[in-house]
């Protein structure tokens, strides 16, 4: 009976069978009494002895999943019930059916079952030789019916399953590779693994049994658990082998590759089997590994770097920023706007400083008096633009302070400034200095008023008087007026200056002369002093000097040369002298009169009419034909022969509206037109020569000037 058994075991079925519904295990006396099932049940009983009972009045359960962690704890369980077979005769059977027919007892409540992950491996048990562990076949052979002797429960009884031979069908099985689920499914299929046990067995009280063999079930569990164990980590590992094989690209010369495992359809099994990193694989995670730690460097030196840096920068303070200063005509200037740069890392990184501190511009109090004004910037060294703009928003001046130095104001009036100081890298020696620029905007009111001088307070009759104006700054010519003629202004070294001729019979004492300049007005009083002449009385006509040529005696030619105006100042260089170098007479001087028949008491007391006056000079040279000269530079307007009395007769202008007239000559050795020189041969005198000097159209005293004796052409 037990070879049958053994031989039984190892068989598998020919068919799935379906799985009992688990049952709570009876005690013997419900074995007993438990009542049979109808004879018309259509369903087979189970290849382990027991039939599946379907109670009527309950629903039907859902069927659990068979799981490999089951299937390996309800392997080791099968030898049980192969030990209670053979502890139950088979002629004890029928005793052992009796009880069933006695009343239903109340079923025992339902032992659970042990886990396997959570209990201890228990030791071999060498008593259980006839139960040998289960074994995977290779190849199964055809499975043998059970023996119909080995049911010992007629067709219609279901027995409950006892404590001792817990179903195998009812614990749900872990998913395992297909291998070693072929493998349990044909041990536990066998009788002794799937709790088959005669009746008799069945009846007997579990109790006694079920301590002394659960300890043996145990051991047998976790055997045949580390067998399994051992056989999935071979695959597993084959399986490993194979992938690897399979990734690599190049040919291996040598025996074929074994074929591969056959996949596993657990979860832990796929993880297993992940293939290895291949060398661009690898080579890539180093990259990438190697960029992140180069990443984390830089993370953490920027971060360095940015706190040093923030301190730096609160470091760089207002304190840090230049002090320029900027005077204009003596008054400080306060400035308006600015934006610095302060070097907190050299010059790659600063830190700004801009400010507007006023929009329109400062208002000076005091007003210009100096037509070239003074600006200063300290210090120097700072590159400076100024623009300068009048009422009508003109630029009069655009440029540096150094060359603001040297420009004069044209007008008073009304001027915005503005002056730009800059500090520059390519200006500044070092690079990590301070660079920016500071703005000054004013305005500021030119009221120069220009001086006037009377260089000549005093004054005699037949001289000249001399009034200064200086630099005017509107650049017109100032204007005098009052009872004495003049030519007006002409340019000066500094300013301008105007000639005015005292007549030979200007009226003495105090002269009130107006003179304006700049919108300027101012009066001058000028005193003449009556000068000293002498006179000449004749008895008869003839013995009147000849040539004379009076004021109002002069030629067209010479006239018409006399309105026009005067040029540039000539005698500035070397004054006057006298145009003979030889000595020479004077029978009729400036000023002196000629009398013909007039009575003792009006010779006596110079009164009286009739006589003429001189208004030129009357020379006759010691030598006949003698040579004349130039007595001041000047240009030549007039040299020709006026016929005559005129005779030979040479103007030049010497400027200012100073002409000398010379009449009576022989010869000329000028043309009109010439540039002359003092001391230059003008030509040959006459007999007597007549020399004359005006400005504009009154004569004044030639040998004053002659002399130097004339004080107001002093001023030039």
């Known amino acids: 009976m037990e070879e049958d058994k053994k031989s039984t075991a190892v068989q598998p079925e020919e068919a799935p069978k379906p799985k009992p519904r688990r049952r709570k295990a009876a005690s013997p006396q419900s074995a007993a009494d438990t009542p049979p099932a109808p004879t018309g049940s259509a369903e087979p009983p189970a290849a382990d002895g027991w039939t599946t009972k379907k109670p009527a009045a309950s629903p039907k359960k859902p069927r659990a999943k068979k799981s490999t962690k089951t299937a390996k704890t309800a392997r080791p369980k099968t030898p049980k019930a192969a030990k209670t077979a053979k502890k139950a005769p088979a002629d004890e059977t029928p005793e052992r059916k009796a009880p069933a027919q006695e009343s239903p007892v109340p079923a025992a409540p339902e032992l659970a079952e042990p886990k396997s992950e959570s209990k201890p491996e228990p030791p071999e048990t060498p008593a259980r030789e006839d139960a040998a562990a289960p074994t995977v076949p290779d190849v199964p052979s055809a499975p043998e019916p059970p023996e119909p002797a080995e ?16 179903a195998a069908d009812d614990t749900p099985a872990a998913e395992a590779p297909p291998e070693a689920a072929a493998a349990d499914t044909a041990v536990t299929d066998t009788p002794e693994q ?11 009280p579990s109790g006694l049994v079920f301590s002394d063999d659960l300890a043996n079930d145990k051991a047998l569990a976790a055997e045949a658990a580390r067998m399994a164990n051992i056989s ?7 399986a490993q082998i194979m992938a690897g094989l399979e990734e690599d690209p190049a040919p291996s010369a040598g025996p074929a590759p074994a074929p591969a495992a056959p996949q596993h359809d657990s979860a832990d099994d796929d993880e297993d089997d992940e293939p290895q990193d291949t060398i661009p694989q690898a080579l890539g995670r180093g990259v990438f590994g190697m960029f992140k730690w180069l990443l984390l460097v830089v993370l953490f030196v920027l971060i360095i770097a940015g706190g040093g840096v923030a301190w730096l920068y609160r470091s760089a303070t207002p304190d840090m920023l230049p002090e320029v200063k900027v005077t204009f005509d003596g008054q400080e200037l306060a400035p308006t706007a600015y934006k610095w740069h302060v070097p907190v890392v050299g010059s790659f990184f600063r830190r700004t400083y801009a400010e507007t501190l006023n929009s329109s511009p400062v208002v000076l109090e005091d007003a210009i008096s100096d037509a070239s004004p003074d600006i200063i910037v300290t210090p120097s060294d700072y590159s400076t633009q100024l623009t300068i703009t009048d009422a009508d928003k003109e630029t009069v001046y655009e440029g540096s302070v150094t060359g603001f130095r040297s420009y004069l104001f044209a007008e008073n009036g009304t001027f915005d400034a503005k002056l730009v100081v800059t500090a520059s890298d390519s200006a500044a020696e070092d690079r990590s200095s301070v660079t920016g620029t500071e703005t000054w905007q004013f305005r500021f009111t030119v009221g120069i008023k220009p001086s006037v001088t009377l260089c000549t307070p005093t004054v005699q009759q037949g001289s000249v008087a001399a009034v200064r104006v200086g ?33 030979w019979n200007a009226e003495t004492g105090n002269t009130e002369l107006t003179v304006t300049a700049d919108g300027y007005t101012e009066t001058l009083t000028l005193s003449v002093r009556a000068a000293s002449y002498s006179y000449k009385d004749y008895s008869a006509k003839s013995q009147l000097t000849s040539p004379y040529i009076g004021a109002d005696d002069a030629p067209d030619a010479v006239r018409r040369l006399l309105t026009n105006d ?29 009398y013909v028949g007039r009575s ?4 006596s007391t110079n009164y009286g009419y009739g006589g003429r006056t001189s208004t030129n000079v009357v020379i006759r040279p010691k030598k006949s034909k003698d040579s004349m000269i130039v007595p001041a530079s000047g240009h030549v307007l007039l040299a020709e022969d006026l016929g005559g009395s005129y005779g030979c007769t040479v103007v030049i202008d010497h400027g200012a509206g100073l ?3 010379f009449y009576g000559l022989t010869a000329l050795d000028v043309e009109a037109g010439d540039d002359v020189k003092q001391g230059q041969l003008l030509g040959t005198s006459g007999r007597t020569v007549v020399a004359e000097l005006r400005i504009g159209t009154v004569p004044i005293n030639p040998l004053l000037v002659w002399r130097g004796q004339c004080d107001g052409l002093k001023y030039y």
Not at 155 to 164: F, H, L, Q
Not at 566 to 586: K, M
């Open 566 to 594: 005067g040029g540039e100042i000539q005698w500035a260089v070397g004054g006057f002298v006298q145009p003979f170098l030889d000595s020479f007479d004077t029978p009729l001087l400036y000023g002196m009169t000629e």
């Open 194 to 204: 799937t709790g088959d046990v005669p009746a008799e067995d069945a009846a007997e």
């Open 232 to 238: 999935r980590t071979a695959q597993l590992s084959i």
């Open 151 to 166: 049911r010992a429960e007629p067709a219609g009884t279901v027995p409950e399953p006892t404590a001792d031979a817990p």
């Open 600 to 603: 003792y008491s009006e010779r």
């Open 659 to 661: 002409r000398s007239i």
């Open 471 to 503: 630099s005017t700054m509107s650049r017109t010519e100032p204007t005098l007026t009052g009872p004495l003629e003049s030519t007006g202004f002409v340019r000066a070294a500094n300013g301008w200056i105007c000639y005015l001729p005292i007549p």
